[in-house]
């Protein structure tokens, strides 16, 4: 995961942790967004799924797992993808998460980098 002000915000982000003298103003804004849970087994949907039972309710306003969703095929990727970059300002990309495989660290076949050059 990472620390999160809202998009098109990292410096702002980076300030606040930056900052010699906490501000707590500041950090109350900042959150905390889970992408995966690689200590929990199974695939994407199961570490997912983990990672919501342990953050549980109330916390939103400090943590949240970040929405995903099943892919449906090579048009609804190209969909997304071009949502994602018309957003403004706009998102990089995609990651694409083969469903059923367990986490594996580093570089490996079973995540994909969607971008448009």
Known sequence: GELFLG???FQDVMSVCRSQVPNET???QVRYVVFDAPS????IADR???AARELGTGV???A???????CTGVEHVYREL???IALDPPGEGLMLAAPGKP???GRCNDILKVKKF
């Open 26 to 28: 500041n950090w109350r």
């Open 60 to 62: 939103s306003h400090v």
């Open 40 to 43: 929990v087994g199974g695939g």
């Open 64 to 70: 949240h797992v970040h929405p995903h969703e099943v």
């Open 7 to 9: 998009r098109g915000r």
């Open 82 to 84: 071009d949502r994602v």
């Open 103 to 105: 986490h594996r660290g």
């Open 48 to 50: 997912l799924a983990a």
